[in-house]
């Protein structure tokens, strides 16, 4: 891979322990790897997705950049912030200290053993459509043709996603979404 800068955009979550310290140090960990973190979203509140007995997650979005990197790359970095921050098994439906997800990567689709881009499964889920739409609302996903607002406001998840904050729990109710949603486009 040549020198060029790339934008990408990972999502982050936590449902164990200090979810919010968790985030933190993800973000911390990201720095650390060598990526330019660029944007973070806010941090919201979600409830599990898909899985059952599982405490409340948050979640939030980082757009980076970089270069002279591949995915597969990013994939291992991540990984490895993982493994330090408590995660031993990516690709278990288990809580979680971290877990860290390589969402985009500068307009690239691609499946290997260890990572597929765009995401899989992000245009489904709210708990990542959220974040990055507040990041990233105008960038479009390769595979959906269409943009993280535009999958945001077509996603059939009705699962609850609100803004999180250590202090109050402000919640972000549908009508307030949908004007959101419009500003963005």
Known sequence: MDS???????G??????????????AVRGLLEAGFCVQKLSGI?????VGVADHE??????????V???TPSQIMTR???IE???????????????????????????MHTELV??????MHLRRFVLVPLAEIAPQVAHPGQQKTIVELLADVEDRSEVRRWSPNTNVVIEDDEMKVFLKTMT
């Open 44 to 48: 919201y509140e979600t409830e599990p």
């Open 83 to 109: 493994y330090l921050l408590g995660r031993k098994n990516k690709f278990l439906q288990k809580p979680r200290s971290v877990d860290l997800d390589l969402l985009l990567f500068d307009g690239l689709e």
């Open 116 to 121: 597929t881009i765009p995401h899989p499964q």
């Open 12 to 25: 982050l979550g936590s449902n164990l322990g200090d979810r919010a310290g968790n985030l933190l140090l």
């Open 67 to 69: 270069s002279g990197i």
């Open 56 to 65: 409340r997650y948050l979640n939030m979005a980082a757009e980076i950049r």
């Open 4 to 10: 060029e800068t790339i934008t990408a955009y990972i």
């Open 78 to 80: 991540m990984l490895r």
